[in-house]
């Protein structure tokens, strides 16, 4: 074994390859099995016929036998003849990459094919990058993928798929020590039993989707509702075999990887889950908010670099991560880094979205200095609108359009925080309590509240204590009961209509923003037909967009919606009134900068005025920083 030392490795090697080529006999001989079944019945048509020429099988009862088999030989055989050509052309599925060629990445290559002669593998036949934290080699032999990638594996050889963000994070050292057991799978990959199984093996998981392609008539979506059963029954014969050859070939690459970069290798480890975590919180917290307002971050591996260096500023376990910012960055090994960057970007945008394939108007991309501004305050403003929007719905009064309200008209956060506020007496206030709320004394008026409000928020909490004290004292089984269908009553029901409505505002806006995205993809692939003559592919829609191929969180509840809507006006009305401004937080997306530092305690009073309908906590925010409830702010 070349590049291996060790008799260590040379045993743990042999052992995984030979694991891997008995698994691939095992899935060859499932496809063999399923030969012989259906060249069966013509085999025994052929001995049929043959004991009829010798004069051994003869009578009226053989003739009517032979014509009987005869017929169920050529059926059987017309329909494997089918399967097997479905199988053949069926599609296999693709990762969709940005492709690199090698005028564009010279030393990529050149790294690439010095480790793969280090390891006396064969080189991959292409490179090609990904928006994940992963890599792998992917096989593009099929005369699909030929037309689709320019990359494709024309020799013979797979494809080498690196995850990008590895590249801008990862130093030169350690991209090849975590490349070295990927590409050392290049040699099982070569042999011909691994190979021919993998073949069989992705044609029925290609064959398995052939009902749901677009297109079909009704017969023979039907004949290939058969294909796909007989394809689904082979590749459950066949899964358990093929699960164990990958890895076979896993464990023969990483033995043979060992003598590349070991020690290397187990710090660079370190950094693949790192890089994942980062790469997990820019997508989830920065670039969404950015996608779902027609814009898409342009750098998205640049930012994996600033979102880690943050995260190693504020965790201790990630300490001295950022110090190896000195040495060479693996994304020196791109001609144009820039460009690779805005590409994956891009494709990151339409596989974790389903944004465009191509900027446009209403898809452009975004430089992280103007992200505060154009994705953080727009937001923000188209937020507060759609809010404003929804009390217009259920037709909630304006804060000036009453005659004897002193605020001035227009959006404003004092109208929300009204509608939001319920009423809660104060423990042991008696009648007098309520007597004071109906008078406009209480907290339900909106007015300003005296100097010892905390110390009266702490006694309510004290209160409510001792009441769920007082409640673990009663022995009656129905008061129990009657508390706890109580507690299943709304707290605040205002909050309820109020997130009602803005779940369906948000539904007809995605709506009818999904109709204009497919009426202009159907318009292209009408355009495209008519040049080119084909069938041009169905346009297929999910929750954010249409064709999110991995979507990253799920929809948004109503009272996630709400929530995030009263923020997005407590954010607009302290950048109008006071001295704050919209910001980018690396970790947790946009942020407000109170003072040049960001406003982290706004969450929980917001929450608390929407869940419970307990405006004081956030009043007592709002005097904090300056903010004036009473103000409009400005929206989109």
């Known amino acids: 074994m070349n590049g291996v030392s060790g008799t260590g490795s040379v045993v743990g090697e042999e052992w995984g390859a030979r694991a891997a080529r008995s698994r691939a006999l095992a899935v060859l001989r499932v496809r063999g099995r399923a030969l012989g079944l259906a060249v069966l019945p013509a085999a025994v048509a052929v001995v049929l016929y043959a004991g009829g020429v010798t004069g051994h099988f003869t009578g009226a009862g053989w003739d009517t036998a032979r014509w009987v088999v005869t017929v169920l030989a050529v059926l059987v055989l017309l329909a494997s003849a089918a399967v097997a050509l479905v199988i053949a052309r069926a599609r296999p599925a693709a990762t969709p990459t940005v492709e690199l060629a090698e005028t564009a990445a010279p030393d990529l290559y050149r790294l690439v094919r010095d480790l793969a002669d280090r390891l006396g593998v064969p080189a991959p036949a292409a490179i090609a990058l990904t928006p994940d934290c992963d890599s792998w080699l992917e096989d593009r032999t099929h005369r699909a993928h030929r037309h689709l990638h320019r990359t494709s594996g024309g020799d013979g050889a797979p494809v080498l798929v690196i995850g990008s963000p590895f590249l801008w994070w990862m130093r030169v050292g350690e991209l090849r020590a975590v490349l070295a057991p990927v590409v050392a799978g290049t040699g099982p990959a070569a042999h011909p039993d691994i190979a021919a199984a993998r073949r069989f093996v992705r044609g029925l998981d290609a064959a398995v989707a052939v009902p749901r392609t677009p297109g079909l008539d009704p017969v023979r979506r039907l004949g290939a509702q058969g294909v796909g059963q007989v394809a689904r029954v082979l590749l459950r014969a066949c899964r358990g075999h093929a699960a164990e050859m990958e890895r076979g070939v896993a464990a023969a690459g990483s033995e043979r990887a060992q003598a590349v970069d070991y020690g290397v290798r187990i710090v660079a480890q370190e950094q693949v889950g790192l890089a994942y975590a980062g790469w997990d919180r820019l997508l989830t917290r920065v670039a969404l908010p950015a996608w779902r307002m027609g814009r898409w971050p342009a ?244 929750p954010d967009g249409p064709l999110p191929l991995f979507p990253l969180q799920p929809p948004r509840t109503g009272r996630d919606l709400l929530a995030d809507h009263v923020t997005a006006m407590v954010c607009c009305a302290a950048v109008d009134t006071a001295e704050a401004a919209p910001g980018l937080d690396w970790l947790d997306g946009p942020a407000l900068l109170v003072g040049g530092e960001r406003a982290a305690d706004l969450g929980p009073r917001v929450l608390a005025l929407v869940e419970d309908g307990d405006p004081e906590p956030l009043r007592v925010w709002l005097r904090r920083t300056g903010v004036r409830p009473e103000k409009p702010v400005r929206l989109v």
């Not at 188209?382 to 259920?394: C, S």
């Not at 007597?435 to 004394?441: R, V």
């Open 299 to 542: 750098k998205l591996d640049a930012g994996v670099v600033s979102a880690l260096t943050e995260l190693s500023r504020r965790d201790r376990l990630a300490d001295g991560f950022s110090s190896r910012l000195g040495e060479r960055p693996a994304c020196d090994l791109l001609e144009e880094p820039g460009a690779v960057d805005e590409a994956t970007s891009l494709l990151a945008a339409r596989l974790f979205h389903g944004g465009p394939a191509a900027p446009g108007p209403d898809w452009a991309p975004v430089e992280w200095s103007q992200y505060p501004e154009e994705v953080v305050d727009r937001k923000w403003r188209t937020d507060a609108a759609r809010l404003h929007q929804a009390l217009d719905g259920l037709g909630v009064p304006g804060t000036g359009d009453s005659p004897s309200s002193d605020d001035a008209p227009g959006p404003t956060l004092t109208r929300v925080m009204a509608h939001l506020t319920t009423a809660r007496p104060e423990a042991g206030a008696g009648v007098g309590a309520s007597t004071g709320a109906e008078s406009g004394t209480g907290t339900e008026t909106g007015g300003e509240a005296g100097p010892g409000d905390e110390h009266g928020i702490d006694a309510d909490l004290d209160a409510g204590r001792d009441e769920h004290a007082d409640l673990g004292e009663h022995d009656d089984l129905t008061d129990l009961n009657e508390h706890d269908e109580h507690d299943d009553d709304p707290v605040n029901p205002a909050a309820d209509a109020l997130a009602g409505a803005l779940s369906a505002l948000v539904a007809r806006e995605e709506a009818a923003r999904e109709a204009r995205v497919a009426a202009a993809a159907e318009e292209a692939a009408r355009t495209e037909e008519k040049g080119s003559g084909t069938t041009a592919p169905y346009v297929v829609s999910g």
